[in-house]
T-cell receptor, first 113, second 115 residues
């Protein structure tokens, strides 16, 4: 019973391709997030959605587009992939106004060649 | 904007000994949350411990405890009786009490356990 599941876990693709990463949570949480972890292990927020509404949109190239079809899903679509997009992408979820921190997915390692 | 600083990129400790990881943060808010997350080689992000800023009592979770100094904006993690399974990256994180619930992370400390 994985709480936050991401697919795929590994993704190797060529420059210029378009790819998607899917995320689903079965915790009933209200908010979902995408974080990027770079090669130096630094974690930075990209987007967050609350009940399908975009709440946070940090300075991210518009090649990245999140989509939330419902409260339990937040997918990340990336167009025209570049070498610098190589990173680990984490999906996470949290319950509003409750201090339980985030529950993270296991991450997707994206390698652009 | 809130910032989180971890000044120790790497730390090591002998098995069964105690180690303290440092974290400082900057905020103009009076109420907020602080967290320590562990990331082992499996890359899974695991919540270790959390602290509400409005609580004076330091949080503890088994062998893990924090030293929360609100005035100094310091939030260190103490690991007692270190075990081989504690080897991981440790991230300090900050979140506002209200607002968009964004977690701001420090740069991490890599902890090595020496058998």
């Amino acid at each position: 019973d994985t709480a936050v599941s991401q697919t795929p876990k590994y993704l190797v693709t060529q420059m210029g391709n378009d790819k998607s990463i899917k995320c689903e949570q079965n915790l009933g949480h209200d908010t979902m997030y995408w974080y990027k972890q770079d090669s130096k292990k630094f974690l930075k927020i990209m987007f967050s959605y609350n009940n399908k509404e975009l709440i946070i949109n940090e300075t991210v190239p518009n090649r990245f587009s999140p989509k939330s079809p419902d409260k339990a899903h937040l997918n990340l679509h990336i167009n025209s992939l570049e070498l610098g997009d190589s990173a680990v992408y984490f999906c996470a979820s949290s319950q509003d106004r409750v201090n339980y921190g985030y529950t993270f997915g296991s991450g997707t390692r994206l390698t652009v060649v | 904007a809130q910032t989180v600083t971890q000044s120790q990129p790497e730390m090591s400790v002998q098995e069964a000994e105690t180690v303290t990881l440092s974290c400082t943060y900057d905020t103009s808010e009076s109420d907020y949350y602080l967290f320590w997350y562990k990331q082992p080689p499996s890359r899974q992000m695991i919540l270790v411990i959390r602290q509400e800023a409005y609580k004076q009592q330091n949080a503890t979770e088994n062998r893990f405890s924090v030293n929360f100094q609100k005035a100094a904006k310091s939030f260190s993690l103490k690991i007692s009786d270190s075990q081989l399974g504690d080897a991981a990256m440790y991230f300090c994180a900050y979140r506002d009490l209200f607002g968009n619930e964004k977690l701001t992370f420090g740069t991490g400390t890599r902890l090595t356990i020496i058998p």
